[in-house]
């Protein structure tokens, strides 16, 4: 039997069916009688629709509907609140009146028998609006900045302790907004059935989409289905149920028919949520010889004006480095665009930026190494909760990526370094993210035949979640590999989290390690009553699992397979698991991912251009269940580090609102010739407190640090320090 699945670098279960393209996306589920919906989106970014000529259009071949606030119908909208959903405000109710809140928002939707017809009518559709200018720009004087609860936190006092300081930098930095953009579209494929409903629909978390929809509709969640086996990229994109869904049910309704919805490139700009553009102030006050005596961190992001999003701009200061006077703020800038959502790394990733660039400069004017800057200001707990961390090894990951990186052959002083004309720099900076839990749940059903069924409701946008999964499921159930099939993707298997907050693994492989022992112990009880069975009346505290066999203590070399056992009775044994932190462990514990990032860069002196050419990430994450996978998570966060920090930003038009750069040949992202060597360690990390598996999640700390390092690296090439990202040529040139 497989043992010590788990630590495996194993490929992916379900790789195969990728690559001859039997996996199927949410928009391959095309439906018998079909029709097609294309949505018709606001050009103004402020106002109200005041008359739609929709006559003619209905009037074109294919046409079947042109459905507008006029004659939609009218929804419940029942509330409902999800742990991603802005906990303040509420969600878009489309096309339920004539209002156009932000440029880009759903005005009508037009459903034809051919996605071409469907396109063509939507393009044909007249609409005119009372258009007024919107307010789009966070750093817009005029603009209101409110204060979420808890939005502010302290101890000591900082403003003294950095005005008595010897040492002190007081700095602005700035994040430009950014779009998901996966290679899957948003898309949802919706068919009623009487007052059923199911969705074949790109989710991030079904249960979710199942309830947000039967909310919205006024349905019985039970009548609402959500299919989505795999999902093409997301990156938090996924994690809410956006307009388009409601449109296509919507539609579907409409006409009777199944609907099919997907969105354009450019609609993925608009009505599905994107990384807010942030404004930050960093001030820190230092003695001579490094120590931290005060830091201030001020934040502000945008959100929209009928919803408050807020992400964990400002949390990451409070426990990362050890100072007595820490004063954080954290401000919300209403402004007339659509719903911020999280991506990768969502708060931690923006606001480390401006941490740990301060931190970099504060090096750099004490004279201090960065890494040993913060060596001097490692805490021994999370002063904020003032709790011991379950786990740290932050200084372990400094140690073991700055020996692969080859730290010790960096010269300190900026331009100092170089590669014929090139200049070189070299650039550290801390990760971390919270190791997270959620409430889950899991079934485990081994047949006659010795094939265990594992199936969960959780989704796959590309980390390996069907690998991981059967990796766990194999290791407690003493199984082979391809003994285990791991189903998730619908909403009415046993209810998980989101798939997003790197609590994935955490969450859902513990609910089915409780499942599997639970099986189990059903199994052995079964064994027991079978008169037949060579354990009968054998007390089940005498039996153990070894190697999928169940045997005597002490007697390993003979036992019980489960097809021996279910096979006999010719039934079924099936057995579900929850999974959650115990309450009093996490008010213990304080528990984080911590990581060092270290990059290179090149830059032409001339030109401006910046080159990356390689990073390294050590990561203390706990337990590492498929180091394979690992590795190709951290990559892709890496490449997403290196986007934010050199080349994406979506651009606003501020007279509508209007991203003007809404398509790949503008919106720039790093592509195969911008990837350099990448390269990811793991410290060797136990922590017995996160979860049972002792995994802390992996997703979004790779992308947290990068583009810190990358910033460092381009000062320590040019010596002229950029505090706003992306990085572009202009500010090399001119900083």
């Not at 966070?138 to 010897?166: C, F, H, K, N, Q």
């Not at 201090?368 to 990951?397: H, T």
């Amino acid at each position: 039997m497989s043992v010590n699945l788990i630590g495996k670098p194993l490929t992916r279960v379900d790789g195969r069916a990728k690559v001859t393209g039997a996996a199927r996306y949410a928009a391959d589920f095309n439906q018998p009688d079909q029709l097609y919906a294309v949505i018709v989106s606001a050009t103004i970014g402020l106002g109200r629709v005041t008359g739609i000529e929709s006559a003619e259009v209905e009037r074109t071949p294919g046409v079947a509907a042109v459905i507008a606030y006029s004659n939609a119908q009218r929804l419940p909208y029942l509330p409902h609140k999800a742990v991603i959903d802005p906990a303040v405000g509420e969600r878009l109710h489309v096309l339920q009146d004539d209002t156009v809140r932000f440029y880009g928002q759903p005005v009508a939707v037009v459903v034809a028998d051919t996605l071409d017809h469907a396109e063509r009518a939507a393009a044909a559709l007249r609409i005119s609006y009372e258009a007024r200018r919107p307010l789009v720009d966070p750093a817009d004087p005029r603009t209101e900045r409110i204060a979420p609860e808890a939005a502010d936190r302290s101890r000591g006092d900082a403003e003294t302790a950095i005005a008595d300081a010897s040492v002190t930098i007081d700095e602005i930095y700035e994040i430009a907004r950014e779009n998901h953009n996966p290679m899957e579209p948003h898309a949802t494929i919706a068919a009623w059935n009487g007052e059923r409903l199911t969705l074949w629909s790109k989710s991030q978390y079904l249960v979710n989409e199942q309830a947000e929809i039967a909310a919205v509709f006024g349905l019985p969640v039970q009548n609402v289905e959500v299919v989505c086996p795999f999902i093409g990229g997301a990156f938090g994109t996924s994690l809410r149920t956006w307009p388009h869904v409601t449109l296509a049910a919507l539609a579907a309704r409409h006409v009777g028919r199944p609907v099919k919805l997907v969105l354009t490139r450019k609609q993925m700009f608009f009505t599905t949520g994107h990384r807010p553009r942030t404004l930050q102030r960093i001030a820190l006050g230092a003695t001579p010889d490094g120590k931290l005596l005060g830091v201030v961190h001020e934040g502000a992001g945008e959100t929209s004006r009928y919803e408050q999003f807020t992400e964990a701009l400002t949390t990451v200061t409070d426990y990362l480095y050890s100072c007595p006077n820490v004063r954080t703020q954290y401000r919300l800038v209403q402004l007339d665009t659509g719903t911020p959502n999280h991506m990768r790394g969502p708060g931690e990733a923006s606001g480390i930026f401006a941490l740990e660039s301060a931190m970099d400069e504060l090096s750099y004017k004490l004279g201090i190494d960065p890494i040993e800057l913060r060596r001097r200001n490692e805490p021994r707990v999370d002063e904020a909760e003032n709790k011991p961390f379950s786990s740290r090894s932050l200084m372990q990951c400094y140690e073991l990526g700055a020996d692969r990186f080859g730290w010790a052959q960096r010269t300190p002083e900026p331009r100092s370094m170089r590669d014929g004309r090139l200049l070189i720099g070299m650039g550290a900076a801390t990760a971390t993210y919270p190791a997270f839990h959620a409430p889950a749940n899991a079934r485990v059903r081994l047949l006659t035949d010795g094939v265990a069924e594992v199936e969960a409701a959780a989704s796959d946008m590309g980390p390996g979640t069907y690998t991981s999964m059967t990796q766990v499921a194999a290791e407690f159930l003493g199984l082979p590999l391809e003994q285990v099939r791991f189903r998730l993707g619908r909403s009415d298997y046993p209810q998980t989290p989101s798939h997003g907050g790197s609590w994935t693994m955490a969450s859902v492989g513990s609910a089915i390690r409780a499942a599997c022992l639970e099986v189990q112990a059903q199994i052995a009880r079964r064994a027991v009553e079978d008169a037949g069975s060579p354990a009968f009346r054998a007390s089940v505290d005498d039996l153990e699992w070894s190697g999928g066999l169940l045997h005597r203590r002490g007697e390993p070399s003979s036992g019980l397979s489960y097809q021996d056992i279910v096979g006999r009775t010719g039934v079924p044994v099936e057995a579900n698991g929850f999974a959650q932190r115990d309450p009093e462990v996490a008010e213990r514990y304080s528990m984080h991912s911590f990581g060092a990032v270290f990059a290179e860069v090149a830059i032409d002196p001339d030109v401006g251009t910046i080159g990356v050419r390689r990073i390294v990430g050590a990561y203390g994450i706990g337990r590492v269940v498929n180091p394979l996978l690992a590795r190709s998570q951290c990559t892709g966060g890496m490449i997403g580090g290196i986007g934010m920090a050199l080349m994406e930003r979506t651009v606003l038009d501020p007279r509508d609102g209007r991203p003007v750069n809404a398509h790949m040949a503008d919106y720039l992202m790093p592509v195969n010739l911008d990837i350099p060597k990448l390269d990811a360690l793991f410290v060797d990390e136990i922590d017995p407190h996160v979860n049972p598996l002792g995994v802390k999640g992996l997703g979004e700390i790779a992308l947290v640090g990068t583009a810190p390092a990358i910033a460092n690296a381009v000062f320590h090439a040019t010596g002229k320090r950029v505090r706003t990202l992306p990085i572009q040529i202009e500010h090399v040139l001119t900083a």
